[in-house]
Every structure is written in structure tokens, then in C-alpha cells.
Nanobody, 121 residues
Framework: QVQLQESGPGLVKPSQTLSLTCTVT??????????WIWIRQTPGKGLEWMGA??????????YYSPALKNRTSITGDTSNNQITLHLSSVTPEDTAMYYC??????????WGQGTQVTVSS
């Protein structure tokens, strides 16, 4: 069974870069056509799609939310089967639960358990 596990700091100071890693087991991140996504949840905004990476023939392509594109970078580490999210210049508005997930049209999503990130000085 595919499992996803988020890891990273629970507390980040304003203006710093948040880096979160999603470790995938039970499947390869390079499997073609599966989207590996980052999504976050806040009481005010609900679930917010941040971006995704998809591999086709071992070549990865990334996509980002227009609202976050200038601050967001998603990279894949194929040797460790990990997806990493970088969110720069964070503010308290970035405080949220962060999830990684695997999505594909018509199929059940696989989710990590999520990790709480608080941006505070």
C-alpha cells in the first residue's frame, strides 16, 4: 500500500523559508502520470492546493497555484523517493496544516497524515 509521510519543522519564523518533505513508500514517485501534490488547510481558507509534480518517463514537471507560484518550489528526490516543498518568505498567514497526497483522475487519493506548521516570531 502506498503511504506518505510529511516531515519538517513545526515552527518557522517570518521571512524564512519553510521546507517540508514527503517520503513515499509502497510506490515510486516516478510512476508516470501520478500527481504528487502539496495542499494546506486553514480554518479560514479551507483546503488550498499549492502545487504538484508529475513524472512522465522519469522527467518531472511542476505546477503551482497562481497565488503561491512566486514563493513555491516543489522538487523530487528520486533516489530517496521524496517530494519536497519549499515556501519562501513565510508570514503568519502561512500557518496551516500541510499535507502531501497522490492524485489521479477517477482514483482515490492517498494522503499523508499532515503536519502542523506555525509561522511566528
Amino acid at each position: 500500500q502506498v503511504q506518505l509521510q510529511e516531515s519538517g519543522p513545526g515552527l518557522v519564523k517570518p521571512s524564512q523559508t519553510l521546507s517540508l518533505t514527503c517520503t513515499v513508500t509502497g510506490g515510486s514517485i516516478t510512476t508516470s502520470y501520478y500527481h504528487w501534490i502539496w495542499i494546506r488547510q486553514t480554518p479560514g481558507k479551507g483546503l488550498e492546493w499549492m502545487g504538484a509534480i508529475v513524472y512522465i518517463n522519469y522527467a518531472g514537471s511542476t505546477y503551482y497555484s497562481p497565488a503561491l507560484k512566486n514563493r513555491t518550489s516543489i522538487t523530487g528526490d528520486t533516489s530517496n523517493n521524496q517530494i519536497t516543498l519549499h515556501l519562501s518568505s513565510v508570514t503568519p498567514e502561512d500557518t496551516a496544516m500541510y499535507y502531501c497526497a497522490r492524485e489521479y483522475p477517477g482514483q482515490l487519493w492517498y494522503w499523508g497524515q499532515g503536519t502542523q506548521v506555525t509561522v511566528s516570531s
